[in-house]
């Protein structure tokens, strides 16, 4: 199925940004996102208040997306929305308000996994981005995901590594906060690496077999290291902070490109995608941009506001599934947790 003009009208509410996208045949016309400040008070997502913010923001986020994309509702082909993985009760809000919309305008309602938007992300029409070839592998990293995945077409995958305990962006955060910095810390321990040795201070890597990984003990050893240190002297941290935040970041890229590598030799498949917010990180983005040259990859990196979670990468899977006629019907129900 396609039409001329295929408007695709994306809605993300997984967690605690309420965002909205219009897509035109593949481009971007128009990506909003409204961000809830609200939790960084609490050090972390409050659930039951993301969801009650959600309400509040998602009937003037699509107004505002359909404003710049400068076109009315009924212009729309399509609606996508995020069915999950995330907290139940944001995702309840975007998903009601989907079906009721569709419902409202008669048209297809798709469910999107927000997974896979994270992954397929790599496929809005961009300039001065390059689009994946099939196969490729994908490393999809944030704050409650860590997989490697084996794409060999938009909608056949497999998930062949993942974390098993902690996320990668669990572990930036909660360093963070042993730290004693604000939340989110992922950011704020990338841009202070920045000015640190990577290699002042060694941190164990958790041995796991094959692709999998693990950041809970390598979290407890930073703060073990980090109690132990400020017990000798209560300024080390303060005196230190930026060759900790180095050794942090160094160490937490080195588990992910080890993982990274193997993969890319099980496999034979040299094009590398990464996705999800922590693919921000510019370390990481570094540490792939080595390994071009290091093992000839050819490494695909999507635009900075396609990374974090954001409704283009949830428009663009609605719009390929669009093209595939595969809807959802009013039965659909969110999910907190999916796998593909």
């Known amino acids: 199925m396609k039409e001329t003009d295929t408007y695709i009208l994306g809605i993300e509410s997984s967690c605690d940004d309420t965002a909205a996208a219009i897509l035109h045949n593949g481009k971007i016309l ?13 050090g972390g997502v409050v659930p039951e208040l993301a969801s009650r913010a959600h309400q509040q923001n998602i009937v003037p986020v699509v107004h505002q997306a359909l404003a710049q994309a ?9 609606i996508a929305f995020t069915s ?52 490729f592998l994908a490393m999809t990293i ?27 962006g669990e572990a930036f955060d909660k360093s963070g906060k042993i730290l004693g910095l604000h ?22 890597k958790p041995r796991v077999d094959g692709l999998d990984f693990s950041f809970s003990g390598l979290k407890t050893g930073i703060l073990y290291f980090i109690q132990k240190q400020v017990k000798d002297n209560p300024n080390f941290i303060e005196e230190n902070l930026t060759d ?8 937490i890229i080195n588990i992910l490109m080890d993982k990274l590598v193997k993969a890319s030799k099980q496999t034979g498949i040299k094009q590398i995608a990464i996705g999800g917010g922590v693919s921000a990180n510019s370390g990481i983005r570094q540490a792939l941009k080595d390994a071009e040259s290091q093992y000839g990859w050819k490494p695909f990196v999507p635009k900075f506001e396609y990374t974090t979670d954001n409704a283009g990468m949830i428009a663009i899977v609605g719009y390929l599934k669009y093209l595939e ?16």
Request: proline share 5%; with cysteine.
């Open 84 to 135: 999950g993985p995330g907290l139940m009760g944001s995702l309840l809000v975007g998903t009601s308000f989907s079906k009721s919309l569709a419902i409202g305008l008669d048209i297809p309602l798709i469910d999107v996994d927000h997974m896979q938007a994270h992954i397929l992300a790599h496929f809005i029409d961009e300039e001065g981005f390059d689009k994946p070839d099939f196969p």
């Open 325 to 340: 006629g595969n809807f959802a019907d009013d039965r659909v129900v969110a999910k907190a947790r999916t796998s593909f």
């Open 142 to 168: 944030s704050g409650g995901h860590t997989q490697i995945v084996r794409v060999d077409d938009y909608f056949k995958m497999e998930v062949i590594g993942q974390t098993i305990d902690d996320a990668v």
């Open 70 to 78: 400068n076109i009315d509702k009924k212009q729309l082909s399509a």
């Open 30 to 42: 128009s990506n909003v996102v409204a961000n809830q400040a609200i939790h960084y008070r609490y």
């Open 183 to 204: 939340y989110p810390a992922g950011p704020v321990i990338d841009k202070l690496a920045k000015q640190g040795n990577p290699k002042a201070f060694s941190f164990t």
């Open 244 to 251: 900790i935040c180095a050794s942090i970041q160094h160490t």
